[in-house]
């Protein structure tokens, strides 16, 4: 049974930075060969899909509105994915989760906050 777990969220002031942890367990086949996305849903807006690592050879896509700003990354070798997250702005404010999206697999997802 594929699990993930997210750790790394908080309280941050505005131009702060974050990094959140995903540590995933239970895939049937090498943790490499699954793509895997962070998500972030604010209150009252549209889940939004923030960044994606890829399977592989490890392709990375970022949402325009955190490009620059925040960095996918991934250690096969201890099952994990991690965002960092840089320039925090007050819009970032979300719930993140963290996403097998092959799977359909989600954590229980980390909130993070962004205020002064």
């Known amino acids: 049974q594929v699990q993930l777990v997210e750790s790394g969220g908080g309280l941050v002031q505005p131009g702060g930075s974050l990094r959140l942890s995903c540590a995933a367990s239970g895939f049937t086949f090498s943790f490499s060969r699954y793509a895997m996305s962070w998500y972030r849903q604010a209150l009252g807006k549209e889940r939004e899909l923030v960044a994606t690592?890829?399977?592989?050879?490890?392709?990375?896509t970022y949402a325009n509105s955190v490009k620059g700003r925040f960095t996918i990354s991934r250690d096969n070798a201890k099952n994990t994915v991690s965002l960092q997250m840089n320039s925090l702005k007050p819009e970032d404010t979300a719930m993140y989760y963290c996403?097998?999206?092959?799977?359909?697999?989600w954590g229980q997802g980390t909130q993070v906050t962004v205020s002064s």
């Open positions: 996403v097998a999206p092959g799977l359909n697999i």
């Open positions: 690592y890829g399977s592989g050879g490890g392709t990375t």
